[in-house]
């Protein structure tokens, strides 16, 4: 089992990680989840079965509200996954 | 095909919060070897979210003891089957984990019952202990407006934190009455440790106004909130805002002991005095035996990881301590019952299964969560009715089906992983693989 555990984000103010949302650069401190880089984008992660526009309810990984396309794979839980250099981010579709 | 990593543990802890943090520690510095397993990024669990992990006093102390006791540590990962005795399956993007254990601690914590009400769904509206997520994880709350609104002492919390990093808090909204208030904090007093946290919050709080017999009956905007009108003392109030955060106290996450085939009593995880679950190989420690919070969380874990270990004398020394922080488990949720105005909060429109879009009007006219379910496909969608089950359950009185594997949806190609014989029982059971 490899250990990703990373004992908190001890470098979050010193670092900053460049991800795409649909394309637009957004800037964020290492450390930070793909949810909060959608929200800095301003658009919502998701679209409902009834085309209504979602976004994070409840932060844990529990909902499913939050699901985007991260490099090309669906129906990612963005809460739970920090944002890493270089990530093609696309959501509200 | 999916890689399948094979593990084998004395004790596997699932949760890495305070309660799974404390018994894996303690199980591993008894001398066995321990794995955890976390769905999160980080170790902490929700309190501990973040670089919480790093500030907190208590947080740190159990991070470097459960550092030095070599622990094997895998976040991001998630369970969700559970194909014979000893065995546990997840997964970790596209790797496929059998995990096999001895015995196996459940720490799976608690997660915020949300109720349905016009507006719910909007962006930016969120679980109370959500916005505190996302802020642990990053976003900047600075001088943003927020409505905290909802029940149980999480609102407190998270008011106090989100202060603390200079959000507006315009308000705090307590469905309950001030009778019951005043009745937890007689609660309180008997013990000593809950003032000093009680007088620690009142100065962290600073002035926010903390209004009882109060909820949010609407949220509006385009498409993402605008406002929200309370309802406060029998009257209407509007407030511009840009975060509602919302919650109505916790609900424990039993699926994994459901899963196992553990007795659950009053919707708790039922467990001996030694954490142990009525299956012998599986104890529980932490919120799914009882909403009680950190310090009872942390006595269990370290409870259920001793015992886990075989070391009940060490585990019989913190028994004690238990006891008394148990009690106030009861209060809690005694204290943090709903109101039964809050089941006419949703329209015949609101949305109460957000997966699947199904409307109060459809869900009303059946007298099951089956019959709905069949019907609507109510709980149905990815989350598998953790947001929906409790809502249906306090608004309709409904009992959610028994819990069946995968308890996360879980690809094709990670189930095709294992064997053909499980593939087909997965997907037989599940209405459909994500």
Sequence with gaps: ?93 | MNNVIRQHFDVLVVGAGPAGMAAATCAAESGLHVGMVDDNPGIGGQIWRGDTINSATEAKHWAQRLGAAKVDVACGTRVFGHPGTGILLAERGNDVYELKYRKLVLATGARERFLPFPGWTLLNVMGAGGLQALVKSGLPIEGKRVVIAGTGPLLLAVAAYLRHHQANVLMVCEQQSWTSLVRFGVELLRQPQKIRQAISLQGALGGIPFVPNCWPIEAMGRDSLERVVIRRNGKTETIVCDYLACGFHLVPNTEIAELLACEIRNGYVHVDEFQQTSRADVFCAGEPTGIGGLDLSIAEGQIAGYAAAGNKSAAKMLCKTRGKMKRFAGVLDNTFTLRPELRSLPSQTTIVCRCEDVDYSRLSRHTSWRAAKLDTRCGMGPCQGRVCGPATRFLFGWSPDSVRPPIFPTSLANLGALSSQSITEHCEVTGGCA
């Design chain 1, 1 to 93: 089992m490899s250990a990703t555990s990373r004992f908190g984000s001890d470098t979050l103010v010193a670092e900053q990680i460049t991800v795409t949302v649909n394309g637009i650069l957004v800037v964020v401190a290492d450390g930070t989840t793909v949810a909060v880089a959608v929200l800095l984008q301003g658009t919502s992660c998701r679209r409902s079965v009834s085309g209504q526009p979602r976004g994070p309810l409840c932060g844990m990984g529990i909902c499913f509200e939050c699901r985007v396309e991260i490099n090309g794979t669906p129906h990612c839980r963005s809460c739970q996954i920090v944002c890493e250099s270089g990530m093609e981010i696309r959501a509200g579709e």
